[in-house]
């Protein structure tokens, strides 16, 4: 029988999925030729869809009770996130031809 603490380390990490969309979501903004405020408009869109994945798939409505921080934890993008999403974004930018 599982415990408690075993059904919480199944979680999805949230950190390594909020990471993962800043880089799909640079690659995407980069290979669909987004520029300036269209770019970082799409990656405003696509935190704001992880979070409320996150809020609704991985912590059942309370994210109280698996995030430290909360709602607002999960919806903040972070410093790293941001400079990964325009590193991948300019490189797919650039490597894309647009």
């Given at each position: 029988?599982?415990?408690?603490?075993?059904?919480?380390?199944?979680?999805?990490?949230?950190?390594?999925?909020?990471?993962?969309?800043?880089?799909?979501?640079?690659?995407?903004?980069?290979?669909?030729?987004?520029?300036?405020?269209?770019?970082?408009?799409?990656?405003?869109?696509?935190?704001?869809?992880?979070?409320?994945?996150?809020?609704?798939?991985?912590?059942?409505g309370?994210?109280?009770?698996?995030?430290?921080?909360?709602?607002?934890?999960?919806?903040?993008?972070?410093?790293?996130?941001?400079?990964?999403?325009?590193?991948?974004?300019?490189l797919?930018?650039?490597?894309?031809?647009?």
């Amino acid at each position: 029988m599982a415990s408690t603490k075993d059904e919480l380390a199944r979680l999805i990490y949230a950190p390594n999925v909020q990471h993962n969309s800043a880089i799909n979501s640079g690659a995407a903004a980069g290979i669909l030729g987004l520029e300036n405020w269209q770019g970082f408009a799409f990656y405003v869109a696509s935190t704001l869809f992880t979070a409320a994945c996150l809020y609704i798939v991985n912590c059942k409505g309370r994210p109280s009770k698996y995030v430290a921080g909360g709602v607002r934890e999960l919806a903040n993008p972070g410093q790293d996130n941001v400079f990964t999403f325009v590193l991948v974004w300019t490189l797919f930018f650039g490597m894309s031809g647009a």
